[in-house]
């Protein structure tokens, strides 16, 4: 089986602490500081992981970093759920704010769109 071609993700922050509160809270999970290989090369470079698997889905992380701005842009990442409901609740309630409540998406489940708190627009995806 082929990997997802997805292999990687960042998704650019101002506020690195408000950021990660915001993530851990609305997925329930901790965030792992990534140090940087070259601290002298790139020394206005933060970032947070997602846990990772080596199994399946992309493995992603905040970023924050000079000339980057966070807010709206082209791309729409997704997290996925055991019911997006939850997680957009979660996401009102710490900062965020819900775009569009759950939906149904045929036989591929269903979705809802928050805002972080650093204006980026997230995708939440769940089967039930």
Known sequence: MKPNPVGW???YVQDMPRAVAFYEA???TKLENLPTSD???WSDLEMWTFPMSEEYGAAGAL???GG???GGGGTLVY???EDCAV???RAAANGGSIFKDKMPIGEHGFIALVFDTEG???GLHSMK
């Open 9 to 11: 993700f960042e998704i």
């Open 39 to 41: 601290p002298e090369a």
């Open 26 to 28: 609305m997925l329930a």
């Open 79 to 81: 997290f996925s759920c």
């Open 68 to 70: 980057c701005p966070s």
């Open 63 to 65: 970023c924050k970093m």
């Open 120 to 122: 980026n627009m997230i």
């Open 87 to 89: 997680e957009a609740a």
